[in-house]
Every structure is written in structure tokens, then in C-alpha cells.
């Protein structure tokens, strides 16, 4: 099934598209979403708290879509054919999730065990990477945002089949307004003057 949504996300224009992923290392195996969401730590949301203005019910969704993003980023990985997958501007608040849950070191390398069978390394975008990402835009910026468009399109789809609506309408769509920069900005209680620099567009993740 194609999906096809018109989207506001923030973004600094060219965006960095991350499409290596938190599953790259050893072969993973997959386990049911279901036991992948039975996972509770209050401790994660606590500490997620500490930086972040959110209710204690806030942080919990945000856990939850956090562990359905690993989730599905391992089910790409074993499903030939898949999409590669990327942790957008639109999901940046899940990643500073991530970023906590992986705080918890010895909490986090069990439940990937326990999960996944292996360590799910979180592997940033590197300067080089976005270099040359910087470098293509300049030399082709229409080619470049017409790939970004069709990349995003096969993402969205991916997730619609293995998630439903429910969570593509919330990732893609509803999380880049309730998640702006500006609005990251002012729920930061420690560096929020980053989300600033981050501007909302409108862009179309339809391929043309």
C-alpha cells in the first residue's frame, strides 16, 4: 500500500536523513511488539523528566513510541527488501528518549538481550556524512529533495504496514507540531537555545 501525507516537519534546510540506524552491528532476532512494549522502568522517565518539561504520562508515550522505533527499526533490518529507516527532525524528541533510555547503560544492554539477542548500537550521523549530504544538495538541490521525498514516502509506508495509521499519523504528523524547535526550546530545562536554530517548513513526502 502507498501512503501518501502531506507533512510540517522541522528541519534545517538541506536535513540531515540519518538511514544507518540504531540496529547496525551483529544480526539482531526479533521479538513480538507486544514483549517489546511490556518493558517498564519509571527510573528512565524520571530522569528524561529532569531535562525535559513534560508530565510524568508525557514521558511514558514518549518511552512507548521510543521502543516501537527500535522495534521496527530491527523488523527492517531482517525483512529483505525493507526501506532503509532514518530518525528524522520529526522524531527528534523520541530520539532525546532514546538518548536517555541508552543513559541506563546495564538497563539497556538487558532489555536489547533480552529483545533483540545483541546490542542495539546507536550510531550518529557523522561530520562526513553530513558533508557530503551538504555537498549534493549544493551541486543538485531538486535532485536531492525528490530522492529525500521518495526516501521518506518508502519510510512511511514500512511503518504504516508494520505499525498502522495510528503511529504514522503521531510520528509524521502530529509530532512535528507538538515537537517544533521552538517548542523543544522551551521545554528544554537545560540547553534549549539548540531547538531554536531548527526551522518548521512545509515539505510533501509524496515522490513526484
Given at each position: 500500500?502507498?501512503?501518501?501525507?502531506?507533512?510540517?516537519?522541522?528541519?534545517?534546510?538541506?536535513?540531515?536523513?540519518?538511514?544507518?540506524?540504531?540496529?547496525?552491528?551483529?544480526?539482531?532476532?526479533?521479538?513480538?511488539?507486544?514483549?517489546?512494549?511490556?518493558?517498564?522502568?519509571?527510573?528512565?522517565?524520571?530522569?528524561?523528566?529532569?531535562?525535559?518539561?513534560?508530565?510524568?504520562?508525557?514521558?511514558?508515550?514518549?518511552?512507548?513510541?521510543?521502543?516501537?522505533?527500535?522495534?521496527?527499526?530491527?523488523?527492517?533490518?531482517?525483512?529483505?527488501?525493507?526501506?532503509?529507516?532514518?530518525?528524522?527532525?520529526?522524531?527528534?524528541?523520541?530520539?532525546?528518549?532514546?538518548?536517555?533510555?541508552?543513559?541506563?547503560?546495564?538497563?539497556?544492554?538487558?532489555?536489547?538481550?533480552?529483545?533483540?539477542?545483541?546490542?542495539?548500537?546507536?550510531?550518529?550521523?557523522?561530520?562526513?556524512?553530513?558533508?557530503?549530504?551538504?555537498?549534493?544538495?549544493?551541486?543538485?538541490?531538486?535532485?536531492?529533495?525528490?530522492?529525500?521525498?521518495?526516501?521518506?514516502?518508502?519510510?512511511?509506508?514500512?511503518t504504516y504496514e508494520l505499525l498502522g495509521e495510528e503511529t504514522v499519523v503521531k510520528?509524521?504528523?502530529?509530532?512535528?507540531?507538538?515537537?517544533?524547535?521552538?517548542?523543544?526550546?522551551?521545554?528544554?530545562?537545560?540547553?534549549?537555545?539548540?531547538?531554536?536554530?531548527?526551522?518548521?517548513?512545509?515539505?510533501?513526502?509524496?515522490?513526484?
Amino acid at each position: 500500500m502507498e501512503l501518501q501525507m502531506d507533512v510540517s516537519v522541522a528541519r534545517v534546510s538541506p536535513r540531515p536523513v540519518h538511514k544507518t540506524g540504531i540496529a547496525a552491528g551483529p544480526q539482531p532476532r526479533l521479538c513480538s511488539l507486544e514483549q517489546a512494549l511490556a518493558y517498564r522502568n519509571d527510573q528512565i522517565l524520571y530522569k528524561f523528566q529532569e531535562r525535559w518539561s513534560v508530565s510524568f504520562e508525557e514521558a511514558s508515550e514518549l518511552f512507548e513510541e521510543t521502543k516501537k522505533w527500535m522495534w521496527l527499526q530491527v523488523a527492517a533490518r531482517l525483512r529483505p527488501g525493507s526501506p532503509p529507516l532514518a530518525m528524522t527532525v520529526a522524531l527528534a524528541m523520541v530520539d532525546e528518549m532514546l538518548h536517555t533510555f541508552i543513559l541506563f547503560t546495564r538497563e539497556y544492554i538487558q532489555y536489547c538481550d533480552d529483545n533483540y539477542g545483541v546490542y542495539l548500537h546507536h550510531t550518529p550521523m557523522t561530520k562526513k556524512q553530513k558533508d557530503a549530504q551538504l555537498e549534493r544538495f549544493h551541486e543538485d538541490p531538486e535532485a536531492m529533495l525528490a530522492a529525500e521525498a521518495c526516501f521518506l514516502s518508502d519510510m512511511y509506508s514500512f511503518t504504516y504496514e508494520l505499525l498502522g495509521e495510528e503511529t504514522v499519523v503521531k510520528w509524521y504528523s502530529q509530532y512535528p507540531a507538538k515537537y517544533s524547535g521552538a517548542r523543544m526550546a522551551a521545554l528544554s530545562k537545560s540547553n534549549g537555545r539548540r531547538f531554536t536554530q531548527v526551522e518548521a517548513v512545509e515539505e510533501s513526502s509524496t515522490c513526484p
